[in-house]
């Protein structure tokens, strides 16, 4: 079957790095996405990765391994404002999106 | 309207009755989507549709009915609710082939 995993909870404190890791299992593979979703929002897209490696786009950063079916989000310098969930997906050989359930991020002072 | 628009906002619906969810976009995206989110289980494809006049049943169809007229309009139709299909409700449209999605704000159903 197909499925994704990410941790439930991460806490984090103001000014730090953390890393949200995602685990897939898919059907063929077009490409994993991540977005971020604000309490009682909608989601809106981060980033995609197709290749192996990393792509970083400002303080946000995202890495795939395709051999190892895994990702993760980077966030750097981590703000007040970056505490919500961030969803991970990998689209599979239908270009259908697998949805992970979402790692809630809780920024302290 | 800049980008997707859902209505309404939020509802509450008796048991059995039909409800139907709009949204409109002005992207003219081809492709259009419907998802439901509940706690814990992330966002469940519902309907979607590639192409006006053609739709394609997700993962989680049953109860569900959706249109594709034209570009712009996709709405979603419950027949007859459930208390089961109180959730929030998640319009998005893409490019085809691509997952880039542009959410609407939600929908909030709560069926009693």
């Known amino acids: 079957g197909q499925n994704i995993d990410q941790p439930t909870e991460m806490t984090a404190t103001e000014g730090a790095i953390v890393q949200i890791n995602c685990t897939y299992q898919?059907?063929?593979?077009?490409?994993l996405f991540w977005y971020q979703q604000h309490a009682g929002e909608a989601p809106t897209f981060l980033s995609y990765?197709?290749l192996d490696g990393l792509e970083e786009k400002g303080r946000f950063s995202s890495f795939l391994s395709r051999s190892k079916g895994y990702s993760y989000l980077l966030l750097k310098e981590l703000q007040m404002k970056d505490s919500a969930s961030y969803l991970c997906a990998a689209m599979d050989s239908n270009y259908q999106l697998i949805w992970g359930a979402g790692t809630k991020l809780i920024i302290k002072p | 309207i800049a980008g997707i628009t859902q209505a309404p906002t939020s509802q509450i619906l008796a048991a059995g009755r039909r409800m139907t969810l709009r949204c409109t976009q002005d992207?003219?995206?081809?492709?259009m989507y419907w998802y439901r989110q509940d706690l814990g289980l992330g966002l469940r494809l519902i309907h979607y549709?590639?192409?006006?006049?053609?739709?394609g049943k997700g993962e989680v169809p049953d109860g569900y009915s959706v249109s594709r007229a034209n570009t712009d309009d996709f709405p979603l139709t419950l027949a007859s609710a459930v208390p089961s299909q109180t959730s929030v409700y998640f319009c998005a449209s893409s490019e085809v082939n691509t997952g880039e999605l542009f959410f609407g704000e939600g929908s909030r159903l709560t069926v009693l």
């Open positions: 549709s590639n192409t006006a006049g053609t739709t």
């Open positions: 992207m003219r995206h081809n492709a």
């Open positions: 990765n197709v």
């Open positions: 898919t059907s063929g593979f077009n490409g």
